[in-house]
């Protein structure tokens, strides 16, 4: 599986942005989905995660109400909407994927993700 992570960018805060991660390789509507990011000099974070069967989402606290997470089986995509973004929301995104099934509370852990995306830049200025 190949994940392309497109639609980050420069946005002031209280804007936002829609990420897309496109999956190619294999269908993957059978695959767990995530959003990680990472911010200079800090660790990579959990941001948000839908399950295996598409029915359950997860979110980082930092993010929860401002952001969604959604699959289009149909072609082979994950996003994340990003709203009322903040400055603190800077950072490299990187969508993950993978097939295994996965303890709701276990989706915020990276190593349950076998293949990543290349990062996508998102940049809030204040």
């Known amino acids: 599986v190949q994940l392309q992570a497109s639609g980050g960018g420069l946005v002031q805060a209280g804007g936002s942005l829609r990420l897309s991660c496109a999956a190619s390789?294999?269908?993957?509507?059978?695959?767990?989905m995530a959003w990680f990011r990472q911010a200079p000099g800090k660790e990579r974070e959990f941001v948000a995660a839908i399950a295996l069967s598409g029915g359950e989402t997860a979110y980082a606290d930092s993010v929860k109400g401002r952001f969604i997470i959604s699959k289009n089986n149909a072609n082979n995509t994950v996003y994340l909407q990003m709203n009322s973004l903040k400055p603190e929301d800077t950072a490299v995104y990187y969508c993950?994927?993978?097939?295994?099934?996965?303890?709701?509370?276990?989706?915020?852990?990276?190593?349950?993700?076998?293949?990543w995306g290349q990062g996508t830049q998102v940049t809030v200025s204040s």
């Open positions: 390789g294999r269908t993957f509507n059978r695959y767990k």
């Open positions: 993950a994927a993978d097939p295994r099934q996965t303890a709701y509370s276990r989706l915020v852990v990276p190593i349950e993700y076998n293949y």
